[in-house]
């Protein structure tokens, strides 16, 4: 046996340039350090706050479901806007989708797609909301609207990336046989994106449904804008009964898309 | 010096005629050079060569799915390289396609496999609802029946076997009512005794419909057995062309030289067994 020298391993650091590594961690602790010391923590303000926040708590037990009328309503609303939104929204969104994959659009046609879809994703729901309540005026139309405009980003983005995943030997066995262009998409390219737009499509009630409660708040129709009525009234009592029944439907739909899209896949 | 002995065609109606054909991508070196091949009805021919030779590419240039970049392609007397939009489609469904990889459609039953070779012919609307003509059907059931997989007609693609699977592939394309047949690599995702049965099954439907069949194969072995004319090719061109009998060790040498000699194995009967990775 000849005489071996010991080889050393150590596993290579994360960042290799020792000086991005270093400066980054000393960046980062000076700009915490900075912002804790320039943020205006005002203790006694949050000493005031807490007293209000426990009588709110008390204003809210037990929770009132006597207006259960108006609480109704609400709720029966909020799911017509989430499944009318995400029925538009799917079915807009599926042309999206095939206009914005690589794969199966001309260079200009994919730019217009993917234009779109970074449009309707650049904002939060809630300023859309804003704008389409100013726009459209109070009630479930601006909400409807907000919500086509959230379902047809996410699932029109989503439903994209699986185009460009698919296998393209089937497309070309169409091709092949002579068929022309849609009923190649009919053929070769529905049946493998269908289990993702089901999943996509039922994701994305279960999602408009959350966020048709939230835009509610800024007046776009819905649970939503019973729940701010009752809170500028006052009414903790009732704004938390609605708060305990938007949970529990979130939980339903939740679970219910859940079961949905394991069964699917 | 290269064995360039053909199977003088002369006396049989000329088929598929392919002059000059070059293909290049980009300002890379070409695919195809210059490559000229004339394949008579009835006849079963196989195209071996080395991974990268320009066998698929020689393929696909046949039915579009590449682009030639100069040449001709004469398919009984109608050019090919010049069609556009309809016209091609209309070309296309008369040369059946047969895939390494079978390309079914794995979410749609083997009935709706079959008859997507149908497409061509039937309306996007009776595409969509799936409501093709009786007689498409009947000839489906005719075609399954030949091949031993009509008990299948309803299950999904997927849930076939290897073999199985490509006979769904060789109904489809045999459902265009094909004036050619082109197989890339039928049976290399196959194994050794599937992979005859479905060689058997393309020389003797070759025989019944009176097809040409052009075959992309990498087993040599195979290729003697089951075709008629071997044609051999080296860096898009065609070095070797003539029946499997003439197809010697010098040949074999000139056609896979630079594939390492333990890629290849000799057998006592003089026969070549030939493995290549598929590319």
């Known amino acids: 046996m000849t005489t071996e020298t010991v080889r050393r391993w150590r596993k290579p650091p994360f960042i290799r340039n020792p000086v991005l590594r270093y400066g980054l961690l000393v960046g980062s602790i000076a700009y915490v350090w900075w912002g804790l010391s320039t943020l205006p923590f005002d203790w006694p303000r949050i000493q005031e706050g807490l007293p209000r926040a426990i009588r709110m708590m008390q204003g809210a037990f037990p929770p009132s479901f006597e207006r259960s009328n108006l609480l109704i309503n609400g709720f029966v609303e ?13 079915l807009i969104s599926i042309p999206v989708a095939f206009m914005a994959s690589r794969n199966l659009a001309p260079r200009p046609v994919y730019l217009a797609g993917r234009a779109i879809i970074i449009l309707a994703r650049s904002f939060h729901p809630v300023i859309v909301a804003i704008l389409f309540v100013k726009a459209v005026g109070f009630g479930p139309l601006a909400g409807i609207l907000t919500l086509v405009v959230y379902s047809l980003g996410f699932v029109a983005k989503l439903l994209a990336e699986r185009i460009e995943e698919i296998d393209w030997g089937q497309v ?9 262009y849609f009923t190649t998409l009919i053929y070769a390219v529905f049946p493998q994106i269908m289990p993702r737009q089901i999943g996509l499509s039922i994701y994305q009630l279960d999602s408009n449904l959350r966020a048709s409660a939230v835009v509610g708040v800024v007046g776009a129709g819905g649970i939503g804008a019973t729940l701010m009525n009752a809170f500028k009234r006052y009414d903790y009592d009732f704004a938390f009964a609605i708060t305990l029944l938007i949970i529990g439907v979130i939980l339903l739909s939740e679970a219910f898309s859940g079961y949905v899209r394991r069964k699917l896949s | 010096m290269a064995a360039a002995s053909s199977s003088s065609p002369g006396e049989l109606r000329s088929m598929l005629k392919i002059s000059n054909l070059v293909k290049s991508y980009g300002s890379d070196k070409p695919v195809l050079r210059n490559l000229d091949l004339t394949v008579p009805e009835r006849s079963v021919v196989s ?5 990268g030779a320009g066998k698929s590419t020689l393929l696909r240039c046949i039915n579009r799915l590449v682009e030639p970049t100069s040449g001709d392609i004469e398919l009984n007397g109608v050019n090919l390289t010049r069609l556009q939009g309809r016209e091609l489609r209309t070309a296309r469904r008369r040369i059946g396609m047969i895939f390494q990889s079978f390309n079914l459609v794995d979410r749609l039953t083997v009935m709706e496999n079959v008859l997507s070779g149908r497409l061509g012919y039937v309306s996007f609307f009776r595409a969509a609802f799936r409501r093709f003509p009786q007689e498409d059907i009947d000839r489906a059931f005719h075609f399954m029946e030949r091949v031993g997989i009509a008990h299948y007609a309803n299950k999904r693609a997927d849930e076939l076997s290897g073999g199985e699977r490509q006979r769904v592939g060789v109904v489809r394309a045999l459902m265009q009512g094909p004036e050619i047949l082109l197989a890339d690599e039928p049976t290399a995702s196959l194994d050794p005794k599937t992979s005859e049965q479905i060689m058997a099954l393309l020389r003797s439907l070759s025989e019944e419909l009176a097809l040409p069949v052009l075959i992309n194969i990498h087993n040599v072995a195979e290729a003697k057995e089951y075709t008629d004319r071997i044609v051999g090719m080296r860096f898009g061109r065609i070095i070797f062309d003539g029946a499997p009998s003439t197809l010697d060790q010098a040949a074999m040498d000139q056609i896979y030289a630079g594939v390492p000699a333990e890629d290849r194995l000799a057998d006592g009967a003089g026969v070549q067994v030939l493995k290549v990775a598929s590319s």
């Open chain 1, 172 to 180: 070309e066995a169409m091709k092949a046989a002579g068929a022309g």
């Open chain 1, 78 to 90: 909020s799911i017509q806007i989430a499944v009318l939104a995400t029925v538009v929204g799917v």
């Open chain 2, 47 to 51: 195209i071996i060569g080395a991974s």
